[in-house]
């Protein structure tokens, strides 16, 4: 959401990932001498998880045992449900003035590569450049223990003082606990009883005295692989050994093709897209104390920076889809959650952020049945349609009554919508309206008019009447599931009325669907990848696909060429911009442009497609273990500017288009 989203700034160094380094200066205070206590009295979270008895007992299996559930650092490992947290933190040690400790990392600032993360958090493996340092901090689960091993890696210019590693020990977002160091392990009491913490920490560090952390920690010179250990004491080796285990296992996991629930053993070279999935939605998926859940918002950068967490609509609905490879239970949790977050006009929001702040204006596109419909689809669990329908349904009535203009859907904004999101200068505007869209500055709203008074663009769009239909045709399949005829004839019926109104956007002329501006009267000309959604939403004939596909997609002129499919067309003027959706690619519409073609029959083009959609994914994969939010059109690269997140999860959209052609999982 660009006026909103505001882009994070990267820096290239060493080519890998970058993180956020939050450095505290310490101040030379002493260490207390003897015992050291960190003691929190009372949790202040909900007593209640929101849902059905079965979506409860979902969320209490996700927040069990050790995982990377805080948001705000990566190189922090939490016990759920007791939030007992270990924090791997380094400091900076010189002779002169540029003493600085690092607490917390996060993609952003700085040098990281994330490298593979497991579902469970059973295997955790990423490398960090800060300050001429460079380190590893690999984890594994041992039963029910946790085995952190950090590692100083080659430097780039030798320090001449050595850095230090520190293991800091307390308990997160207000929970009880208590943590107590001794001379050579930290006792830890939570909710569910005791867990001691050790350390192979051989000698004390240098100057540990002026380390500025409250409660117990352990510290030591980086000058060798140190390990910690909980439950009982281990040695470097036996906690290396455990870690090699559990990657093993892990590239077991990827490699076999059978992606956990997904049931599809055997597929062939299914690796590096399930390890990317895995590992970017690994690293994405966070505790959220406020709601006691567990969900995967789009990126940490994106988290942070709202005070915790930020869920957009569509973008956590796709998370839900490629959760769907491995994890059952947190692709259903994506896909609660963010209907959980409906307002109170009946809408899922554009986005829900920490302190319960939402766009009550706006929404989002509309993908949530086609989202809840392929999981039913996948693991057949009626409980999950039950979940879901009521808040779909809701959301799907809202659509025909609050953005239908002469008969047509649009884009809008109700900026007086309860309640009024003060700090949001979007809200009620035009530019809100195009916020909605998902597509924030795309080109194809730029001569758009605002209707005041209605509180949309005068713009019947192809693409949302498209994504509406298909929501309609989906969530009368899960109508019918759930035995509910009045509901699914209602449903079919508006799917109708608006595919016949979208059958009016056909141009005979130009062999595609087209925008109209509904204030002039006139087509518009600009073409983007939502111009080809009417595939998805099975209202072209197969004539018109034909004309679509080969007058329109494999026209190198528009949109065809080494890297697909831009956001607006190769000959409109805006594709040179190259800034967020003025012609970059993104997985989501790669991904619903895959699906359209998947019901039409031009086979050799949606394997095509596929093909060139995964080549352009595992480039900076293979290279840099980047997943980009969006991805230059020219050069195939998502490195190019500041505002395309490094570790964005829909990125490996472009991925999963090649599974699905694979038929490694059903369409």
């Known amino acids: 959401m660009l006026p909103l989203r505001q882009p994070f700034r990267f820096a290239a160094a060493l080519g890998i990932l970058t993180i956020t380094l939050v450095m505290v200066q310490p101040p030379c205070l002493g260490q207390a001498a003897g015992d050291e206590r960190s003691r929190v009295e009372k949790s202040t979270a909900p007593s209640q998880i929101v849902g059905s008895p079965q979506y409860q007992e979902l969320q209490r299996r996700l927040a069990q045992g050790w995982n990377t559930w805080d948001t705000n650092s990566m190189t922090t490992h939490v016990l759920l449900p007791e939030g007992l947290a270990i924090h791997v933190g380094l400091k900076h040690n010189s002779t002169e003035f540029s003493d600085e400790l690092l607490e917390q990392t996060f993609v952003g600032k700085g040098s990281v590569f994330p490298g593979p993360h497991a579902w469970d958090g059973s295997y955790t493996d990423l490398k960090i450049s800060w300050k001429g340092h460079n380190w590893r901090v690999q984890s594994a689960h041992d039963g029910k223990d946790l085995e952190l091993l950090v590692t100083p890696l080659p430097l780039e210019k030798k320090s001449s003082v050595p850095p230090t590693v520190v293991f800091s020990v307390n308990f997160l977002w207000n929970l009880p606990g208590t943590s107590l160091k001794h001379s050579d392990f930290i006792e830890t009491h939570g909710s569910s009883g005791a867990v001691p913490v050790y350390c192979t920490c051989r000698t004390p560090a240098v100057n540990h005295g002026n380390i500025s952390i409250g409660g117990p920690y352990f510290a030591t010179d980086l000058t060798e692989p140190v390990g910690v250990s909980t439950g009982k004491r281990r040695s470097v080796a036996e906690i290396s050994e455990s870690i090699e285990r559990q990657r093993q296992a892990y590239l077991r996991s990827v490699n076999s093709g059978s992606a956990g629930n997904s049931g599809n053993a055997g597929a062939k070279d299914s690796g590096p897209i399930l390890d990317a999935i895995e590992t970017t939605l690994g690293w994405d998926t966070i505790y959220e104390p406020s709601h006691r859940r567990v969900v995967s918002p789009v990126s940490r950068d994106w988290s942070v920076g709202w005070g915790g967490y930020v869920i957009f ?3 956590t609905f796709f998370a839900a889809t490629l959760a769907g490879t491995g994890d059952r239970d947190l692709a259903y949790a994506n896909a609660i959650e963010t209907l959980h977050e409906e307002t109170a006009a009946g809408f899922v929001p554009n986005y829900a952020r920490a302190g319960d702040w939402k766009s009550s204006d706006r929404s989002e596109p509309p993908v949530g049945a086609i989202t809840v419909l392929g999981l039913y689809n996948r693991f057949h669990d009626r409980w999950f349609l039950q979940e879901a329908y009521e808040p779909l349904l809701r959301w799907n009535l809202w659509w025909a009554e609050h953005r239908d203009i002469q008969g047509y859907l649009t884009w809008g904004s109700d900026g007086k919508n309860a309640p009024e999101n003060l700090d949001d200068d979007s809200r009620g505007t035009r530019a809100g309206a195009i916020l909605e869209s998902g597509l924030d500055n795309s080109p194809m709203y730029d001569d758009t ?12 769009d192809v693409g949302l009447m498209s994504m509406y239909i298909a929501d309609c045709d989906a969530l009368a399949s899960i109508a019918d599931t759930l ?22 956007l056909w141009s005979a002329d130009k062999g595609i669907f087209l925008n109209k501006d509904l204030h002039t009267g006139k087509f518009s000309m600009r073409l983007s990848p939502t111009n080809f959604y009417p595939l998805m939403a099975h209202a072209a004939t197969q004539e018109q696909a034909k004309r679509m596909v080969e007058e329109h997609l494999l026209n190198p002129r528009e949109f065809w060429g080494e890297w697909v499919i831009s956001s607006i067309a190769r000959d409109d003027p805006a594709f040179k911009d190259q800034n967020y959706w003025r012609g970059r690619i993104w997985g989501p519409m790669n991904y619903l442009v ?14 095509e497609f596929a093909e060139k959609s995964f080549r352009l994914f595992t480039k900076e994969w293979t290279e840099k273990g980047h997943v980009h939010e969006n991805y230059n059109a020219i050069l195939g690269t998502g490195d190019d500017v500041t505002s395309s997140d490094r570790f964005y999860h829909w990125g490996a959209l472009l991925g999963y288009v090649e599974y699905l052609e694979d038929g490694r999982v059903q369409k």
């Open 313 to 315: 609509d569509w973008d």
């Open 449 to 460: 008019t605002w209707n005041e008074q209605a509180h949309v663009l005068e713009f019947a």
């Open 483 to 504: 035995q509910r005829p009045d509901d699914a004839k209602d449903l079919r019926d508006r799917s109708a009325r608006y595919r016949e109104k979208l059958a009016t």
């Open 594 to 607: 895959y699906l359209g073609l998947s019901n039409y029959d031009v086979p050799a083009t949606r394997k």
